[in-house]
């Protein structure tokens, strides 16, 4: 299986350095969980490992494929951002067949909670139906590796548990990256947890050492 | 054929206001100088599209992108085909 490593990720914006020498790997099974404080650079660092935007110096490899833009990731990497991306003339039906596999596209389709809406434009959904059906998406279309921003953020607590038991079976197949500030729910499902402290990335073991970089309260 | 489709969906949204637009200003161009010309529309569209291409895509809804992104389609790719495609557009109506 073609790992995604991420190394050497330098990232300044004007005279501040929000990344600093950042590695990330992650393999197929695994489900990353990133956290960190408000503007310590998480979708800063998922958009470059995506390729949407650049980085003062990085280097991204899916297995032994140097990536070096967006097309060359469009079957590697797909990346939800926190806010609505589908154009909203289209209907959602449409947009499930341009992302996913035939048999992935079937499977979304038969799901309860999107069949409402495959008939209806982007438009047509309210703010929190469309967050919904892109999550489900992104989260089965056709790449090796998903990288999600918040995507518990908008979504009614009623659905979050269907969120996190697609993704954990949708991790059989390949890997995921996620950050969310919901980080009891990142703890319920990630296989490792990552933190941004001072530009760079740290492995946390317990819920204790999230304390302990101050990203949670003693009393959490 | 998925970037097709993702074209398509993406040059969808510009080419009603810019035609739209484009025949306006024919129509105005007929009004002052007493005669239809298709080489104003034309010239026209070549323009509209590229501005259209501004204010619905980075002005308005910035984040769509991401979806174009996700098929393999770049911020730059997507501006060059907002421009060949209007360009081809604007010059059959220039030559007709």
């Given at each position: 299986m073609s790992k995604l490593h991420v190394d050497s990720v330098i990232k300044n914006f004007d005279t501040k350095?929000?990344?600093?020498?950042?590695?990330?790997?992650?393999?197929?099974?695994?489900?990353?969980?990133?956290?960190?404080?408000?503007?310590?650079?998480?979708?800063?660092?998922l958009k470059i490992i995506f390729g949407s935007i650049s980085a003062d110096r990085k280097f991204v490899k899916i297995g032994d494929k140097i990536s070096t833009g967006l097309f060359d990731n469009r079957k590697l990497i797909k990346y939800l951002p926190q806010d609505n991306f589908l154009p909203n003339h289209v209907k959602i039906k449409t947009v499930i067949e341009l992302f996913c596999d035939k048999k992935d596209a079937e499977l979304i389709k038969k799901n309860g909670l999107i069949m409402p809406m495959l008939?209806?434009?982007?438009?047509?959904?309210?703010?929190?139906?469309?967050?919904?059906?892109?999550?489900?998406?992104?989260?089965?279309?056709?790449?090796?590796?998903?990288?999600?921003?918040?995507?518990?953020?908008?979504?009614?607590?009623?659905?979050?548990?269907?969120?996190?038991?697609?993704?954990?079976?949708?991790?059989?197949?390949?890997?995921?990256?996620?950050?969310?500030?919901?980080?009891?729910?990142?703890?319920?499902?990630?296989?490792?947890?990552?933190?941004?402290?001072?530009?760079?990335?740290?492995?946390?073991?317990?819920?204790?050492?999230?304390?302990?970089?101050?990203?949670?309260?003693?009393?959490? | 054929m998925r970037i097709i489709k993702a074209i398509l969906i993406f040059y969808q949204k510009l080419i009603l206001p810019t035609l739209v637009l484009s025949g306006l200003l024919g129509l105005i161009g007929f009004a002052i100088a007493g005669e239809f010309s298709l080489k104003t529309i034309g010239i026209s569209y070549i323009f509209l599209g590229l501005l259209f291409h501004y204010f619905i895509y980075e002005i308005?809804?910035?984040?769509?992108?991401?979806?174009?992104?996700?098929?393999?389609?770049?911020?730059?790719?997507?501006?060059?085909?907002?421009?060949?495609?209007?360009?081809?557009?604007?010059?059959?109506?220039?030559?007709?």
């Amino acid at each position: 299986m073609s790992k995604l490593h991420v190394d050497s990720v330098i990232k300044n914006f004007d005279t501040k350095q929000v990344l600093t020498d950042v590695f990330i790997s992650c393999q197929k099974g695994e489900i990353i969980g990133l956290l960190g404080r408000n503007g310590t650079g998480k979708s800063t660092l998922l958009k470059i490992i995506f390729g949407s935007i650049s980085a003062d110096r990085k280097f991204v490899k899916i297995g032994d494929k140097i990536s070096t833009g967006l097309f060359d990731n469009r079957k590697l990497i797909k990346y939800l951002p926190q806010d609505n991306f589908l154009p909203n003339h289209v209907k959602i039906k449409t947009v499930i067949e341009l992302f996913c596999d035939k048999k992935d596209a079937e499977l979304i389709k038969k799901n309860g909670l999107i069949m409402p809406m495959l008939n209806k434009k982007s438009k047509q959904l309210s703010g929190g139906e469309r967050r919904l059906s892109e999550i489900f998406l992104i989260i089965y279309s056709n790449s090796k590796y998903t990288l999600i921003d918040e995507p518990f953020n908008g979504v009614a607590p009623v659905y979050k548990d269907d969120i996190k038991d697609l993704i954990k079976k949708q991790s059989i197949d390949k890997g995921f990256i996620i950050t969310d500030h919901d980080y009891r729910n990142i703890l319920d499902i990630a296989t490792r947890i990552l933190i941004i402290h001072d530009g760079g990335t740290k492995e946390v073991k317990s819920k204790n050492e999230l304390i302990d970089w101050g990203y949670i309260p003693e009393t959490a | 054929m998925r970037i097709i489709k993702a074209i398509l969906i993406f040059y969808q949204k510009l080419i009603l206001p810019t035609l739209v637009l484009s025949g306006l200003l024919g129509l105005i161009g007929f009004a002052i100088a007493g005669e239809f010309s298709l080489k104003t529309i034309g010239i026209s569209y070549i323009f509209l599209g590229l501005l259209f291409h501004y204010f619905i895509y980075e002005i308005r809804n910035s984040n769509e992108y991401y979806f174009y992104y996700n098929l393999g389609l770049s911020r730059l790719s997507l501006w060059i085909i907002t421009f060949v495609l209007s360009l081809v557009i604007g010059l059959i109506f220039i030559i007709i």
